[in-house]
């Protein structure tokens, strides 16, 4: 066994080499939003809104419904060949994304996408919980939840790639599969799958009396989790696919302008607010362990304000301060999910678990892109949807404030 100190060295390389696959995971998701003018004025077969939110859906639909199988498949046969597996396929995918001619093409290239994707975010939180306890656990998953944030940041600029004669949104998407590939090799090369050492505190170890999945959904804790996951997430996904559309109809702005306005301030502030949640869940897990719940409810909390300004905004300013506010909510959520199912599922389940959060959350998330869609093709105001929003954001505090956490501080 290495020395402590080379074991948490190590465990902190593990972020720092998955921080770039979280930044092409979303990166590839994404720049599909911010160069939606240009897509749909190449592929003449895109007839409307309600085609795209299908477009934006059905990557969603097929990354939820085989995210638990790629959870489980992760805690049955170690993390690492999943994780640089699922990084290989889907930045071939990308690649290709770059070279379709019709809205089926990009269809199938977007399921594509999901069910490659979908075996690598439960497998990469589920092996940094691993690595890390009580201590650093928030932290280190809110580092790699700010690799998804540069990601975001840098798909917002993708509408000015789009939009330069020289290069646009084929060569984008060309571009960034090649990287995905090329990267996939050497990161195989340097993860490793932990022993699992002894679990800390309150988090028993001993051979679970049912199976995984009878063990989740039988657990009350757990179904409060998933639906808390869900509830937030579907405007943080019509948040994030929609609103560079939202703003360049709203404000007449160019796709470069529009993009990178509702993209950079969100992302931004979803980083800090990651680095920071992060650091107040730790600290407040050394007085009581509901410290990470606590955090995420104010988290959800700033969705409230947040929310109402987006739908209400009356100026491009206005619009992005109530974006920088959601931004700072999302990062205190995010940072905590996986830490908080780890204090109330196994070790071995946690990978599943997640998997399970994510086809609830994202299948809803899916159908909230679909739906909002179809909302504004019938010019339903946006205050009206973005204020039913904030009343959801309200629920989830409730919710969250359930959940009784099993294991100890640390």
Sequence with gaps: MPPAQNVLRYAWLVVALLFPVALLNYLDRQMLATMKASMVADIPSIANKADWGLILGCFKWTYAVLSPFGGYVADRLGKRWVIGGSLFVWSAVTWWTGHVSTFNELLAARALMGISEAFYIPAALALISEYHFGDTRSRAVGVHQTGIYVGQILGGFAGYVADAPDYGWRWMFTTCGMIGVVYALPLLAALRDPVRPAAPAGETDNKPATGVVRGLLGDRNFLLLVAYFTLPAIAGWVVRDWMPEILREKFSLGQGKAGM????????????????????????????????????????????????????????????????????????????????????????????GYGIMNLVSITCGGLGDYFFGVLRDRHVPLNLIFGSFAGVALLSIGIVLLIRPRSQPG
Excluded: H
């Design 261 to 352: 306005s509702a993209i950079l301030y969100v992302q931004l502030a979803s980083l800090v607010g990651a680095l920071l949640g992060g650091t107040l869940a730790d600290r407040w897990m050394k007085t009581t362990n509901r410290g990470r719940i606590y955090t995420s409810a104010i988290g959800m909390a700033l969705f409230l304000p947040a929310l109402f300004g987006v739908g209400n905004a009356p100026t491009l300013a206005f619009a992005i301060a109530g974006l920088v506010i959601f931004g700072l909510g999302w990062g205190f959520f995010d940072c905590n999910n996986m830490p908080i199912l780890c204090q109330i599922a196994r070790p071995e389940w946690r990978a599943t």
